[in-house]
């Protein structure tokens, strides 16, 4: 009988697609309340479509800042029946830890607090495994006490491991640096991601845009292409083509414009007042393009616009399409992608548990439960930029 997952959080998947790909598990519930924007209406997400189309269940859309403990007995009978609980996924909003917004230097954001909270999820449903990712502030930020309150409440029975990782490391092709953290039942052994890789390094071109993407048909902005409709971006207004045809291909940004001949018409006012003041500091990212031959920038919630970062395509004049930025989210290429909006699409890439890594997650989860190590080439997501050629064994030098 396989081993159960319930996901906690669960997006569009992300963290689930890793163990339903897996031979030796069984997802057997989700829930996540879709919440967007704090602007945004209650459940206007659409995540949990994305997660239907993929997982082929339907999460329950309930929200866990609200459900009390009491309440945990109804959710696991829908879930689990009468079978025990292999592997819980708790991964609670990021979006209070984030360096990316400047309140979370000084103000503790309510939607911490769920980090904690989950003692009470586990407690209840005595998990044999629990995976948690997280912003890597989770860790190392002012706000730090909400893990270590989980850990106090937990140790008792868990052994943990919590670390920050750059989880290129781990083959994604993009600069995401995240807290993981794995906790295990006792007397279960822990082992963790770094175990699993121990031995062996990345051919670098593996972790480059080109590496994930090249292979894909060019496309203009707001037509999806014939055999892909997920390889698609928005449309873009005539300024804001003007503003990338003028930046240069491959890592390119509107700092790059400065000198152009038509500097006054192409830059923003903001962009204007930055280079006035001589505080560029990480604005350049802005409206600027990727590289080929370097790993993508982090993709974030917010990436289904390019003036939110370096999300335009090295060479053509467009955003990168949910397809492209998939896949340097460790998305796998036939991966589908549910909801209303084009923009809720690439909030679903953005907020997500790369894959290509949770699928690595699955593995060592079925090497605690089983006691049987894997081959690195076993934890493979199929589908994704990351292959068994891409592998060195550690200190072989590559050409």
Not at 214 to 236: C, I, K, N, Q, W
């Amino acid at each position: 009988m396989p081993w159960t997952v319930l996901d906690l959080f669960s997006g569009g998947g992300g963290m689930s697609f890793g163990f339903h790909a897996h031979h030796g598990f069984e997802v057997v519930g989700a829930v996540d309340a879709e919440n967007g924007k704090p602007s945004s209406p209650k459940g206007s997400l659409g995540c949990n479509a994305t997660y239907a189309l993929n997982m082929g269940i339907e999460p329950m859309a309930l929200d866990l800042s609200a459900v009390e403990s009491r309440d945990i007995a109804q959710v696991t009978r829908r879930t689990l029946g009468f079978r025990p609980l292999d592997v819980l996924s708790a991964c609670p909003p990021c979006t209070g830890f984030s360096r990316a917004n400047p309140k979370n230097h000084v103000e503790d954001d309510a939607r911490n607090s769920l980090v904690a909270r989950m003692a009470h999820w586990i407690a209840a449903l005595r998990p044999r495994v629990v995976v948690m990712e997280n912003a890597r502030e989770l860790l190392r930020g002012r706000f730090a006490h909400h893990h270590a309150s989980l850990l106090d409440s937990i140790s008792a029975d868990y052994s943990v491991h919590s670390a920050v990782h750059m989880l290129s490391d781990y083959g994604l092709p993009q600069k995401r640096e995240r807290a993981l953290i794995l906790a295990v039942r006792r007397p279960l052994e822990l082992h963790t991601l770094q175990d699993l890789w121990d031995g062996w390094s990345l051919d670098p071109f593996a972790l480059t845009v080109r590496h994930a993407i090249e292979h894909l048909p060019a496309v203009p902005a707001g037509t999806a292409h014939a055999s892909d409709r997920f390889h698609v971006s928005p449309a873009m207004t005539e300024p804001l083509v003007e503003r990338l045809r003028a930046t240069p291909h491959s890592g390119g940004s509107w700092r790059n414009l400065l000198d152009h001949p038509d500097a006054d018409r192409l830059l923003t006012p903001a962009m204007k007042r930055s280079a006035a003041a001589g505080k560029l500091g990480s604005h350049p990212d802005v409206y600027g393009r990727m590289a080929w031959d370097q790993p993508a920038a982090t993709i974030k919630r917010e990436c289904g616009h390019v003036g939110n970062g370096r999300y335009a395509h090295p060479e053509q004049d467009r955003l990168c399409t949910v397809r492209e930025l998939g896949l340097l989210n460790g998305f796998p290429s036939h991966y589908q992608f549910g909801g209303q909006s084009l923009s809720n699409m690439y909030r679903h890439i953005g907020d997500a548990v790369p894959p290509l890594i949770s699928h690595q997650l699955a593995w060592v989860a079925a090497w605690i439960l089983s006691g049987a190590r894997p081959s690195l080439e076993q934890c493979l997501l199929p589908g994704t930029s990351l292959r068994s050629t891409d592998l060195r064994p550690r200190g072989l030098a590559t050409g």
